[in-house]
C-alpha cells in the first residue's frame, strides 16, 4: 500500500477493512482490495463506508485473469498489504487439488474481478 494512505480498523471488533487514503481536503476510501471505494469525501464518510462494506465481499467468488488471456473462478484465500492469495475454486471437494495464486495488492478489476452472473467457468 501506499506510505500515505491510513489503515483503518472498525471500532466495534477492531478489523482492519481498509485505508483512507488522503485526497485534496477530505479522503477516499480504500477497500482491502486496494480499489477505491469513493469519490473525496470526509473522514467520517469514508470511515462509514468501509465499515459498513466490511470484509464480505472477500468471501464472494471472484475470476482470475491468466496469463493465457482465460478467466478462471477462484476464492480469495488472503489478503496483506502487499499481495493477493487467490484460491481456484473447488467447490468444497476435499479431494480436489490446492492450487493458488499470488498477484500484487492493490489489484484492479482487470486482473482479479467479481464473479458474474451465469459463469462459463
Given at each position: 500500500?501506499?506510505?500515505?494512505?491510513?489503515?483503518?480498523?472498525?471500532?466495534?471488533?477492531?478489523?482492519?477493512?481498509?485505508?483512507?487514503?488522503?485526497?485534496?481536503?477530505?479522503?477516499?476510501?480504500?477497500?482491502?482490495?486496494?480499489?477505491?471505494?469513493?469519490?473525496?469525501?470526509?473522514?467520517?464518510?469514508?470511515?462509514?463506508?468501509?465499515?459498513?462494506?466490511?470484509?464480505?465481499?472477500?468471501?464472494?467468488?471472484h475470476e482470475l485473469l491468466l496469463d493465457d488471456g482465460t478467466w478462471l473462478r477462484v476464492r480469495i484465500a488472503e489478503v496483506t498489504p502487499d499481495a493477493v492469495r487467490v484460491k481456484k475454486e473447488d467447490w468444497g471437494d476435499m479431494t480436489a487439488p490446492q492450487i493458488y495464486f499470488t498477484v500484487s495488492n492493490p489489484v484492479s478489476e482487470a486482473q482479479l474481478r467479481p464473479l458474474l452472473a451465469n459463469p462459463a467457468t
Open positions: 500500500m501506499e506510505a500515505d494512505w491510513i489503515e483503518h480498523r472498525r471500532s466495534d471488533d477492531g478489523e482492519h477493512v481498509g485505508w483512507m487514503k488522503p485526497a485534496g481536503d477530505g479522503f477516499v476510501a480504500i477497500d482491502m482490495l486496494g480499489r477505491p471505494r469513493t469519490d473525496e469525501v470526509d473522514w467520517f464518510t469514508a470511515e462509514e463506508t468501509l465499515d459498513d462494506l466490511g470484509l464480505r465481499y472477500l468471501a464472494d467468488p
